[in-house]
């Protein structure tokens, strides 16, 4: 579900410009420009930093609070591993597949087989090593936000209710096999020049006859666009899921930012429902700011158990399943995330937890950026619009002496096997 941002960053508070501002509990946020959060790595900088033991995190609190969401994404990161293409991913920051895959499989057994947090804690000391995130300043620090899968009215046929299309992936679309990356348009003579933007792709209907299926209205396709997936009620009463297949290589821009910047919306109340709102009143002029983001997303549908997919091709997982750029970052392995969310109520919570590193996102660039997978529906909306905080991010990696003690074993992949305990 490779995703892009939606609201602006603006605000320099760990709250931001993102809280849910209508609730009285929140701090209002101060319309300035913050940090560059998306700042790219300096050249011959590491994304990761190995941490001496006095450094590390509270691993022992992230392993009290495990629970089956948990494990499943560590099941599904250890079955991505076994495919020959996850191999094509790595080396990344001086890791390789061997040991990102033992790492996995040997943090799976110490979530499911330590019977304590002293155990757990004793067994993670002598075989792993801790790396933190350098973040976007060079000193850990990472912005914290989140997405979610919206569920939307669509239909499969171009009706007077619904005219704006969700497209499939054109032929002519190139993008990195190794990294993902988009790379632009191959040309007939086999150039490849940068894609049509958004406006030149809506304006002349360029992909007319590709269409998937069609939404009510531009910010409902512009949701789904933003988000990645969705899980769309056709007219039958059926249900359809879609997600990621492919966008263009054209430059993101937030449209709350545009929004704000043309007086569309109050600084201090930028969410998505405050969004919405404004698209209710002035439909046409929200319409024309979508341009400003040139990125365009293609779509696919994807069987319901498949669904909703992230970048490494099986379903992410709510509260437990990361967005980071993985051109800086190895994909697939196990995380601690220690930051804050908010509450339906919008109180902040403390959030410090195990994630797996399983998607992407357009808006995720660079170690100073990740996205947290909020949920399906209505209620993952709210606490995903309202998600902007800063925070720490750390990776979890064997030893190299215990790679080949957790390397995987012919025919065993449960998160059940006990390897090496």
């Not at 920051?93 to 895959?101: F, G, P």
């Not at 007939?188 to 992909?207: C, H, K, L, Q, W």
């Not at 069987?303 to 967005?323: D, K, M």
Request: hydrophobic share 35%; charged share 20%; proline share 7%.
């Amino acid at each position: 579900m490779k995703h892009y941002l939606l609201i602006a960053v603006f605000a320099v508070s760990l709250l931001g410009l993102l809280g849910c501002q209508t609730d009285p509990a929140v701090e209002p946020a101060t319309f300035v420009i913050g940090p560059d959060y998306s700042r790219p790595l300096p050249d011959g900088m590491p994304a990761i930093r190995k941490l001496d033991r006095r450094d590390w995190p509270d691993l022992a609190h992230a392993f009290e609070t495990r629970d089956p969401l948990l494990l499943d994404a560590v099941d599904r990161s250890v079955l991505w591993f076994t495919k020959p293409s996850s191999k094509t991913h790595f080396p990344v920051q001086s890791i390789s597949h061997a040991q990102s895959q033992s790492s996995v499989i040997g943090m799976q057994d110490l979530l499911n087989n330590a019977p304590d947090r002293r155990a757990f804690m004793a067994d993670l000391e002598r075989m792993f090593d801790v790396y933190e995130s350098v973040g976007y300043n060079g000193e850990g620090v990472v912005l914290y936000t989140g997405y979610y899968s919206p569920v939307l009215n669509a239909s499969l046929k171009r009706t007077g209710a619904f005219q704006y299309p969700l497209y499939t992936r054109p032929d002519d679309l190139v993008t990195d096999e190794k990294t993902g990356r988009p790379l632009g348009r191959r040309t007939a003579n086999g150039d490849i020049v940068p894609y049509y933007t958004r406006g030149e792709i809506e304006s002349r209907n360029m992909f007319e006859g590709s269409e998937l299926v069609w939404l009510p209205d531009a910010m409902s396709a512009y949701i789904v666009h933003v988000n990645g997936s969705a899980k769309l009620r056709l007219r039958d009463g059926s249900a359809m899921y879609v997600g990621y297949a492919g966008k263009t290589d054209r430059p993101y821009a937030s449209l709350g930012r545009a929004m704000v910047e043309a007086q569309l919306l109050d600084p201090n109340r930028v969410s998505l429902s405050e969004m919405k709102k404004a698209f209710a009143r002035e439909p046409e002029s929200v319409r024309q700011l979508m341009h400003a983001n040139q990125s365009y997303v293609f779509f696919q549908q994807y069987p319901q158990g498949n669904w909703p997919a992230g970048s490494l091709g099986f379903p992410v997982t709510r509260e437990r399943s990361l967005a980071t750029d993985k051109s800086v970052y190895p994909r697939g392995g196990l995380i601690l995330v220690d930051t804050e969310t908010l509450t339906m109520t919008g109180a902040k919570r403390r959030f410090s937890q195990f994630m797996l590193d399983q998607d992407t996102g357009g808006a995720i660039k660079a170690p100073g950026r990740a996205d947290i997978f909020m949920g399906i529906g209505p209620t993952a909306e709210i606490v995903a619009g309202g998600q902007y905080a800063e925070g720490r991010l750390y990776y979890v990696f064997l030893k190299p002496e215990y790679i080949d003690l957790y390397a995987p074993q012919p025919g065993v992949t449960t998160a059940t096997a006990n390897f090496g305990r």
